[in-house]
């Protein structure tokens, strides 16, 4: 909800445009509760073409001078038959989108503001009819073929990135919130000698933008770059969080930490304080002692980065979270993934913050081609660690590492995952598992391949590998892969 601040600051933002805007309409007075009607689903298929948070309908700005003359029309004295006019117009909408309706005082005048959001892939109509606008006219979406295609395509979740963290601000107070020298520094760029080249390369990257009064932060920029998340209220829930437990449970924290700076900024300190903190043991040699950790920072590394940038923004009062015990880590983050886990080694990346994951590649923190999850699972065999699982619930994405456990201790599911992800890595790497490779995997003495056959054929049975045909019907030679292949 809109407070009266900044109602009053989106009031003056939307006087000053040189025109009325295509998600954006000026009214003196009430007309008929059709036309708001109709200008509701206009402005939301609007909005949601030019990838736009909302679109405003206003009443109380003269249409040609856009003086703020203020107006007469009240909603909450407004009824249709026996409803009020909020409840009448939604239920003549086509999906219920939101929108929110505030009427305000601004110098001793009265003003009404809907505030519309953009519909997200179903565009929407108004008593069985659908509108849109073209220039400053409402016309019939029917006529529009080739906006209606893009409505149906328009991907939510890029609004969150291009959101408003802040506005109205100076190049100052942008420079005070946003650590722009590691910006400049992350992107291997000259620090310019003044704030209008610093200034103009953030509206160049699209990170910050002139507004009419000022600039505004975007959400990416906040997000990646902020000196303190916490002076950015929408997104000061999205910091990282590492829990460090006494023992294997949640029953006593020995220290909780918050991250407060940007996921760019930030991020490797995040990930030296991590490894400052996992379990590790000292090996003592002929002459020096050196601290060995039981987790392979690498595959913490990218665990962490992919918590980042495939969260679910749009899920609130939760943010990425690491969580050390004495055997394992968890991380887990918001949503659920767009993607089987049974394919996270070999399928296309596919990220639901494509604006986020972009920048975080540019910055070496996120893998080109999503190869991140395949470096964890390397990582793993390479130190003779249990292979990592996934666990997906309704709201969240949890990916287990385990620290070292013997071939004895770990149970049947432990070796089928292990299996599995060993026969995906082999794949991808243009070979095959066999019970040589398999047992290599597992530390499995040659005499004993029969372990690694068990192993094989439990896998083959919960339908995650198959045998490779070939030509050679010897099993000893047999040759697997994963069943996707």
Request: hydrophobic share 35%; with cysteine.
């Amino acid at each position: 909800m809109l407070s009266k601040d900044d109602l009053i600051d989106l009031l003056l933002d939307i006087s000053s445009l040189d025109s009325e805007c295509e998600w954006v309409e000026f009214k003196e007075n009430y007309s008929n509760p059709h036309d708001i009607g109709e200008y509701i689903s206009a402005l939301s298929n609007s909005a949601c073409y030019h990838n736009k948070e909302f679109g405003s309908l206003v009443f109380g700005i003269e249409d040609q001078t856009h003086r703020l003359v203020g107006t007469t029309f009240s909603p909450q004295k407004t009824k249709i038959g026996n409803q009020e006019i909020e409840n009448w117009l939604a239920t003549q909408l086509n999906p219920r989108i939101d929108f929110n309706i505030y009427e305000f005082e601004y110098e001793d005048k009265y003003f009404v503001l809907f505030q519309i959001f953009a519909t997200r892939n179903t565009p929407v109509s108004f008593k069985g009819e659908y509108f849109i606008r073209i220039g400053s006219y409402k016309k019939k979406l029917d006529d529009h073929p080739e906006r209606e295609r893009k409505i149906w395509q328009i991907d939510k979740q890029c609004v969150f990135e291009n959101g408003v963290s802040k506005k109205n601000l100076s190049p100052e107070a942008i420079l005070d919130l946003i650590d722009y020298p590691k910006f400049f520094e992350l992107l291997k760029l000259p620090l310019p000698s003044n704030i209008d080249g610093i200034i103009r390369k953030l509206i160049q990257e699209k990170l910050i933008a002139k507004n009419g009064r000022g600039y505004i932060i975007k959400n990416i920029c906040a997000l990646l770059f902020a000196k303190d998340l916490d002076n950015f209220e929408n997104i000061s829930r999205k910091a990282v969080r590492v829990i460090l437990y006494n023992g294997d449970n949640r029953q006593k924290t020995i220290k909780e930490m918050e991250s407060r700076r940007g996921y760019a900024v930030g991020f490797e300190g995040l990930i030296e304080y991590i490894d400052n903190i996992l379990p590790a043991k000292e090996e003592i040699g002929n002459a020096l002692r050196r601290t060995i950790r039981e987790y392979p920072i690498l595959a913490v590394r990218e665990l962490v980065a992919n918590a980042l940038v495939h969260q679910d923004f749009s899920i609130s009062g939760t943010s990425p979270m690491i969580e050390i015990f004495e055997n394992r880590i968890e991380i887990t983050n918001p949503g659920k993934p767009l993607i089987d886990p049974l394919r996270f080694v070999d399928h296309n990346p596919e990220s639901r913050n494509e604006i986020l994951t972009r920048f975080m590649r540019r910055l070496n923190i996120c893998e080109e081609r999503g190869s991140g999850f395949d470096k964890v699972i390397f990582e793993c065999e390479m130190n003779q660690l249990p292979s990592p699982k996934i666990i997906i619930g309704d709201r969240f994405t949890r990916v287990i590492l385990y620290g070292q456990k013997s071939f004895v201790k770990m149970d049947k599911m432990d070796k089928i995952r292990a299996c599995y992800l060993h026969s995906c890595i082999k794949y991808v790497s243009g070979d095959f598992a066999t019970n040589q490779s398999l047992r290599q995997r597992f530390h499995i003495d040659p005499h004993n391949y029969t372990m690694a056959s068990r192993i094989i054929a439990d896998t083959i049975k919960e339908g995650l590998l198959k045998e490779y045909l070939s030509d050679n019907k010897s099993k000893k030679f047999a040759k697997y892969i994963p069943f996707w292949a």
